[in-house]
């Protein structure tokens, strides 16, 4: 069955997947949402013995339909290869009445990964299948994890450029010289001077400028955006849960239909939706628990129905998290008001203006799949360091949040269903807030200092993505203000 796209705040816009993967956000500012979600076709004892390239092929083909058989699995090789630090791709890890499935092990140890290293060839495909001869310039502002993933995705894509800005003095120390130390003859990493709403407020002024793109276009260039709205970057993490169910029942951890949770320490929504997609396909998921931080403003919303983001933006030790507009929600709010565009785009338009809007009724019935709770900055210390204690088992910052609203979730319920916390960072990533968390001493140590130690009681090899960046030389120094973003962006593709 063919699946089109449509957008979640009109009737009248329905394209192909490829177009919609080209596009990433609908010309009247909605996400593109398939207008069927379709039936997983495959048996759990197939699943069961398939690798993860074919589990992908298996959940892509039935979202991407205008792909063909070859497409899918040529970009499905390209991105699942030892970039990856493990054959398995996603390894999944028991501990502590959990199992925790390891999105980390992609090359900047962050699950963003899963998705960003399929998304430009998935991107460079549709421009082939709609004839679009120009070359494509993923255009991004990052506060630091984004940044990285995407440019280690598209590095030396043919047919791509990537350029990256990020708020000079706004990042970790860690994060900047990953993008700094970027390789690749197509990408650029700009410092701004400002902070990550002033890089976001000018990429999008970038992408609307249609006299720019005009001159874009003559040189033969037109942009792209490899945000997490894309629904090439959407379905890919629908994967995941697919395989982890599977790999449960190939071990003999779950029988067949036997219901499994999903723990998702959540941000922008688009893990968790993914995780929504994969129940609707068929996939046994039970209950999707929504993990926040101090951040709390989902929480507040499975609780109250009341999305309300007038509140303070809070600062914490898992920075991913650290949002108080989650993008990818608009797909569920659309869904739970029966697929009405109009009564989204009446929510989604007083979000914009009062910063906040109300669910019917009849849309917070559609929640029950849903059960969101959050974690402070003490108990997410505290469950990193009580994993550790009873396991050797070393998790993130972000993973913890999730670690801790899953006990508190067992608390409240007794609920034994078999679960899955989706692991979304390595330690490694954060490793002053996790080694802090385990002890107090270590905060005297240097970052290279502490990522050995990391190394020693975690009993975990340093990965590449740390090493590399150790003795790694600077190739990107460029520093602007914000005024001359589009400067910047023309002279980097020659156009000046
Ligand atoms: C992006 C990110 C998240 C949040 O994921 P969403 O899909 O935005 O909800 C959680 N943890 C880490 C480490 C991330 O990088």
Redesign the pocket.
Request: glycine content about 8%.
């Given at each position: 069955m063919e699946i089109l796209y449509k957008s979640t705040r009109s009737e009248n816009e329905t394209v192909t997947a490829s177009q919609a993967i080209l596009k990433g956000l609908a010309s009247d500012g909605g996400l593109f949402v398939p207008t069927s979600i379709p039936k997983l076709n495959a048996s759990i004892e197939e699943l069961a013995k398939m690798d993860y390239k074919e589990t992908a092929y298996t959940v892509m083909k039935e979202f991407f339909t205008d792909f063909t058989e070859e497409e899918l699995r040529n970009c499905i090789n390209r991105a699942y290869d030892s970039k990856f630090d493990t054959e398995e791709i996603a390894p999944l890890v028991k501990a502590e009445g959990a199992y925790y499935l390891e999105l980390f092990h992609g090359s900047t140890i962050?699950?963003?990964d899963m998705a960003l290293s399929i998304l430009p060839h998935l991107l460079t495909t549709s421009a082939k299948k709609n004839n679009v001869k120009n070359e494509i310039v993923i255009l991004t502002a990052t506060s630091g994890?984004t940044g990285k993933a995407a440019l280690a995705g598209f590095a030396d894509v043919e047919g791509t450029r990537i350029v990256v800005f990020y708020p000079k003095g706004g990042v970790s120390p860690i994060q900047e010289k990953q993008m700094v130390t970027q390789k690749g003859d197509n990408t650029f990493v700009v410092g701004i001077n400002g902070n990550f709403d002033q890089a976001q407020s000018g990429v999008k002024a970038i992408f609307g400028d249609k006299e720019l793109e005009k001159e874009m276009a003559e040189a033969g260039f037109q942009f792209s955006s490899a945000n997490?709205i894309n629904i090439g970057r959407l379905v890919p993490q629908v994967v995941y849960y697919v395989y982890a169910y599977a790999k449960l029942y190939a071990n003999g951890e779950i029988a067949d239909g036997e219901k499994m949770n999903v723990v998702?320490?959540?941000?922008?929504?688009?893990?968790?939706l993914a995780a929504y997609y994969a129940k609707n396909m068929g996939l046994p998921i039970d209950k999707l628990i929504c993990a926040s931080n101090d951040n709390k403003v989902l929480y507040d919303f499975f609780a109250t129905g009341t999305y309300d983001k007038n509140r303070e933006f809070i600062l914490t030790t898992?920075p991913?998290?650290d949002?108080l507009i989650?993008s990818?929600l608009e797909r569920l709010i659309y869904k739970i008001a029966g697929a009405d565009s109009a009564k989204n785009k009446e929510l989604m338009a007083a979000l914009a203006t009062e910063g906040k809007y109300d669910i019917t009724d009849d849309m917070k019935a559609e929640l029950n799949d849903f059960y969101g709770n959050y974690a402070t900055e003490a108990e997410t210390a505290e469950v990193i360091k009580a994993i550790y204690d009873a396991t050797g088992y070393v998790i993130?910052t972000?993973t913890a949040v999730a670690a801790s609203v899953f006990n508190k979730y067992s608390k409240e319920t007794g609920d034994t269903n078999k679960t899955v916390i989706a692991s979304?960072?390595s330690p490694f990533k954060f490793t002053r807030s996790v080694m802090n968390a385990i002890d107090a001493k270590y905060d005297s140590m240097g970052d290279f200092e502490l990522v050995d130690e990391l190394s020693k009681i975690g009993n975990v090899t340093v990965p590449n993505a740390i090493e590399e960046i150790r003795n790694a030389n600077i190739l990107h120094d460029t520093v602007c203000e914000v005024e001359d973003m589009q400067k910047v962006v023309k002279k980097f593709l020659g156009m000046n």
């Open positions: 962050a699950f963003k994890d997490s998702v320490p959540t941000g922008n929504f688009g893990n968790i898992s991913s998290m949002i989650s990818n993130d972000h979304t960072a």
